[in-house]
């Protein structure tokens, strides 16, 4: 497995886990907390599996990011086509 997918689902980990929270409605901003949580994940992880220099960690953060709604998007698309 690529660096970069490491990376990603190891960042993922903490918002999916957060997403327990949603169940009780009042519990929300915990979820959006944890969520923040993976970025943040995301941007420590990336320098550190994919050996780039602290100064393209942004740049990697952001297209990892940007990918990963790209993909989220053609998946809710397919879905809804159903």
Known sequence: MRGT???AAYAGTA???G???LLIPALGL???IF???SLVLLYLG???LMKV???RAMGYTVVVIIIWVVVAL???AILTAF
């Open 5 to 7: 997918s490491k990376a």
């Open 15 to 17: 918002s999916w886990l």
């Open 19 to 21: 997403g327990i929270f």
């Open 30 to 32: 915990v979820s959006l």
């Open 35 to 37: 969520s923040l949580y």
């Open 46 to 48: 990336l320098p550190v």
């Open 53 to 55: 220099p602290k100064d």
């Open 74 to 76: 053609i998946v809710g």
